[in-house]
Structure formats: structure tokens, C-alpha cells
């Protein structure tokens, strides 16, 4: 038998190995049966949701389209041709909600779901996984990460049954701290704090994710005014680099991860911010716009201080004054 560079001849390290799989195994195993006995108790509930044939209906036709004699187009379709579509399909079910039009929303719901099952058939296809074993997957983490509702694997309540709403993103965390340790032991090494935050995410919330999850294992400022200090001087070092140079480029983004931290510190979601001071600023400009034309003119024809006269009409109407006293 051969030995390890430390003299060992293996037997313990495959033990342990053997030992730690039965434990994965185990618990798994209650997991599963606590997933079932959860779903066994809400289907007693009045007002259970029961089969759902449509779903079913729907997986049946994303299959069919990439059958061969199906679409074309479906059957060429990988993760990587269509991950942009996920994307842009998300967010645009986003702006039904903004726009608080119901029948939008349930139009674009619909495509962000066929994203969801088109990406399942494709790895259905490979012989990955399908759309069962992504909906089961969920489930299980839905239970798993609501212990004050469910309970845990265990049998009991890990935290108490009135729990406030400030409290459950503390849960969250707790339980995927957790989860991330096991994948460690699973994977031979624990996972980075950061590993799990998607780099495909938009820059502003990423930097918000990046923050957030730094500041709760104590990388953090004391106070608001402490980060503030901290945006000046970013600030100073942006403006000592030559314009447009690599270094001005790379300040500038410090510039705006220190602001997302104040934002952080105000409790404010620095990506909803943003998204309505854009929403604030497109409705301005197409007010102005309006303004422009019944003047006769087009706002590309206009100097600074004819831009300056519509914008600050802009914000009177945006407050709802008369916009005809504008004047």
C-alpha cells in the first residue's frame, strides 16, 4: 500500500471522506423528508394551489419546439445564444411592474418563464438536468432558507415563530453562510464571501451585493460621514489624473463604489436610486420636448439658456403647477 508524503497510507483520509459523505447523505435525506411533509401539510390548506395543467402543457411545447421536426430556431439554441434573452426579458418584466400594468406584467412573466424552461429543455437535451430537478431544487432551497416558517431538517424551529420582517434577511444570511460551508467541505475549500455574487450582474449592483456582504463580516466605516471622507478623497485622486487617461478611468469607478457605500450606510438601494433619477430625467426631457413643440421648435435648435427655460418648466409641471404660466 502506498503512502502520502506525510508517511500516511491513505486509510484514514478515505474513512474520513466515507464518513463525511454519509453525513451529506443523511442529511439530505431529512431535508427530503421534510420537503415532503411540508408540501403534504400546505396541500391540506384551504386555498392550496392543486395541479397545474397549463405548466405541464407548457413544458410539453418547449419540447416539442426542439424536437426534429421542430422549430429551427428552438433547436439550434444554447445557454450561451440565449443568455442575453434572459436578461432583457427580466427586465422588462420589471418595467410592467414600474409601470403598474397588470396585463403587461402577466405577458412578460410569461416570457421570463419560457426563458426559464427553454434553458431547462436545452439541458434536458444534454442529459444535464431538466425542469423537474430545477423546480425540486428550489423547493428545497425555499424550505431550507425559511426555518422560521418550515422549520429545519432536524426537526425543530431554529429561530422563534414571530419573527419580524427586519429579522429575515439575518435568517438568510445565516442559513446561506451554512450553505456555503458545506459546499466547502463538499468541494475541498470554502467558498469566497464573494464567490457567489454573479459578475454578469449590472456594475451598480454588483457594487451594492460586493458592499453589503464585506460590511457584515466588519469591513466597514464607522459612520455615514467616515464614507463621505472617503468619496472626497476619491474624488481628489479622479481629478489629479489626466482626463480620459486609464488611471482617471479606474478612479472614477472608485468614485462610484464609495458612493454606493454612503448609499448603503443611508439605507437606500443605490440601483433603485439611479433608476428613478432616470425615470425622473426622461420624463423631464420628453415634457420638454412637448414644450419645444408648441413653440414650433425642435430642442436641438436650442441655446443653453432656452435649455435651462424648458427644463426649469419641466420640473414646474413635474410638480404639477401650470405649465401654461410658464412665461
Known sequence: MSKDRNGSTGVGHRATCEETNDIRTDQADRLDVLCSSVDALTHEREGSPETQPEF??????????????????????????????????????????????????????????????????????????????????????????????????????????????????????????????????????????????????????????ISKRTAKVGFDWQTTSDVWDKVHEEVGEFAAEPAGSERAFEEFGDVLFSLVNVARKEHIDAEGALACANRKFRSRWSAMEKL????????????????????????????????????
Not at 429551427?72 to 444554447?78: E, G, M
Not at 419645444?292 to 409641471?317: F, H, I, V
Open 56 to 209: 405541464e402543457e407548457l413544458v410539453r411545447t418547449i419540447w416539442r419546439l426542439r424536437q426534429p421536426d421542430g422549430c429551427p430556431w428552438d433547436k439550434a439554441q444554447t445557454h450561451e445564444s440565449i443568455a442575453k434573452n434572459m436578461i432583457e426579458e427580466a427586465y422588462e418584466a420589471v418595467d410592467a411592474t414600474h409601470e403598474q400594468d397588470d396585463a403587461n406584467l402577466r405577458e412578460e412573466l410569461g416570457d421570463v418563464l419560457m426563458q426559464v424552461l427553454l434553458h431547462a429543455q436545452i439541458a434536458a437535451d444534454e442529459g444535464s438536468f431538466d425542469i423537474h430537478d430545477v423546480c425540486r431544487d428550489l423547493n428545497r432551497k425555499l424550505i431550507r432558507r425559511h426555518p422560521h416558517v418550515f422549520g429545519t431538517p432536524e426537526g425543530e424551529k431554529s429561530v422563534p415563530a414571530q419573527t419580524d420582517v427586519a429579522d429575515v434577511p439575518d435568517i438568510w444570511d445565516q442559513v446561506k453562510r451554512e450553505e456555503r460551508i458545506s459546499k466547502g467541505k463538499k468541494l475541498g475549500e470554502e467558498p469566497g464571501l464573494l464567490d457567489s455574487v454573479p459578475i454578469s450582474l449590472p456594475a451598480l449592483m454588483q457594487a451594492q451585493k
Open 292 to 327: 419645444a413643440r408648441s413653440d414650433g421648435r425642435s430642442l436641438d435648435e436650442c441655446t443653453d439658456d432656452e435649455y435651462d427655460e424648458y427644463w426649469r418648466c419641466a420640473k414646474k409641471m413635474e410638480r404639477g403647477q401650470d405649465g401654461a404660466q410658464r412665461r
